[in-house]
């Protein structure tokens, strides 16, 4: 039998948004045109979120392997970045969304860096739903960095510990994942969150990102409700 908390709302969703190109080809339109219906779905899973009460949502939305794409395809997804922050600034706010950004922003230049500064600074005591974008972000990178923060900061190794090496990472402060959706039926988790997801469940759906929506939404939760969560203790 599940527990009690298995039941309830995950406090913590991250998705893996995969699958834009495939949306694409398969209208014989360029990638690009999946990437745009891929900010809708974006627009959608904000709004599904807040209405189920989620508290944090983590969107993967470039990893740090993108930048070896094409310049073309990394200039649009650059651009898509900007103009949704630019038009979604707002009503996220009004919505009472924080904004969070986990990942190297700076290499996405100064213009997008510091605007993303910006959002956050101005959305930081909104308190419905974290939005945590991950941008540029690599969980192998994020471990390296958090390692490297606690050398200069001239921690002994026997200070060291799970928690507070934790709070060194990018998410220091926002809780784990409870839940992470990986949309296009791969089955990988690609370098995503790699200490944060140590008792996540996952749940893989064919769904291609452009496609998903408020329905999915609810059933990833519902899926989720469903689970028995032991984090790696028995069963009571
Ligand atoms: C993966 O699909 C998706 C990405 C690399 C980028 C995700 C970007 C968006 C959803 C749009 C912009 C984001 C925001 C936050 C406004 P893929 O291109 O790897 O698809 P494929 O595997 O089918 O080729």
Do not use: C, D, H, P
């Given at each position: 039998m599940a527990d009690a908390a298995s039941h309830s709302v995950p406090a913590h969703v991250a998705i893996i948004m995969d699958g834009n190109g495939r949306w694409a080809a398969a209208r014989g339109l360029p990638r690009v045109a999946g990437h745009r219906e891929g900010a809708k779905a974006v627009r959608r899973t904000i709004e599904a979120a807040v209405n189920h009460g989620v508290q944090y949502l983590t969107l993967f939305?470039?990893?740090?392997?993108?930048?070896?794409?094409s310049a073309g395809e990394v200039q649009d997804l650059t651009f898509l970045l900007k103009h949704y922050l630019r038009s979604e600034l707002a009503e996220l706010h009004a919505e009472g969304v924080r904004l969070k950004v986990i990942g190297e922003r700076e290499r996405f230049g100064d213009t997008l860096a510091q605007e993303l500064e910006a959002a956050e600074r101005k959305t930081?005591?909104?308190?419905?739903l974290t939005l945590v974008l991950a941008l540029s972000y690599g969980g192998r990178a994020e471990i390296v960095a958090a390692a490297r923060r606690a050398i200069e900061a001239g921690m002994k190794p026997t200070e060291l510990n799970e928690q507070n090496f934790g709070s060194?990472?990018?998410?220091?402060g926002i809780p784990d994942p409870d839940l992470v959706i990986r949309t296009s039926g791969e089955q990988r988790?690609?370098?995503?969150?790699l200490w944060q997801l140590a008792y996540a469940e996952i749940l893989f759906t064919k769904t291609l990102w452009p496609d998903f929506c408020g329905r999915d939404f609810a059933g990833a939760l519902e899926e989720y409700a469903g689970r028995e969560r032991r984090f790696g203790a028995r069963p009571v």
């Open positions: 939305a470039f990893s740090s392997e993108n930048w070896q794409r930081a005591n909104n308190k419905r060194l990472l990018f998410t220091g988790v690609s370098n995503f969150l």
